[in-house]
């Protein structure tokens, strides 16, 4: 039995007033949270926002050639991490050889002769040997259905893992 509580709703009229919003329109990148100030991020080939797309393009044209990724929304706090030595000549200078991020994402992706396609997930970036350029290796995953928990755990593995290339 299903009691009625006598709520009447009222009926939504326009008020004739417009306020304009800018950012309504076509969903754009929205890299916000991965470009704060203050984050050292030099290890990166370019600013954050274009290597992280572009390595995502790379991936997902990778998964279905002809692939392309329309936008990308970074929706949760990325991870970081960063590993290195003290400096021997100076004990307050560290020297970074490792450093890895996650970050969770929402992204359109529109396959070749299909529908475009929302994907969630997390991709993780991780650079070895910074301090020798010449045997620097970089590695990345691209993750579909993981939050940022899950991320975080295979980042804290991953910047560990065998020093190898992309596969």
Not at 46 to 52: G, L, T, W
Request: aromatic fraction near 8%; include cysteine.
């Amino acid at each position: 039995m299903v009691a009625h509580l006598g709520v009447r709703r009222q009926p939504r009229r326009p008020t004739g007033e417009y306020a304009r919003n800018p950012r309504h329109g076509p969903v754009r990148d929205d890299f916000a949270r991965l470009e704060i100030p203050g984050r050292w991020l030099g290890w990166l080939p370019d600013r954050p926002a274009a290597s992280v797309r572009g390595q995502l393009q790379e991936a997902v044209a990778d998964q279905v050639p002809g692939s392309v990724l329309e936008w990308v929304k970074i929706i949760d706090e990325p991870i970081f991490l960063t590993a290195g030595i003290r400096s021997p000549a100076d004990p307050q200078t560290l020297i970074v050889r490792r450093a890895g991020m996650a970050v969770v994402f929402a992204l359109c992706v529109s396959p070749p002769r299909r529908e475009p396609e929302i994907l969630t997930g997390a991709f993780t970036w991780v650079a070895v040997q910074l301090d020798d350029p010449r045997l620097r290796r970089d590695r990345t995953w691209f993750d579909v259905d993981l939050d940022r928990a899950q991320a975080e755990e295979l980042l804290k593995r991953r910047i560990y893992e065998t020093e190898t290339p992309s596969e």
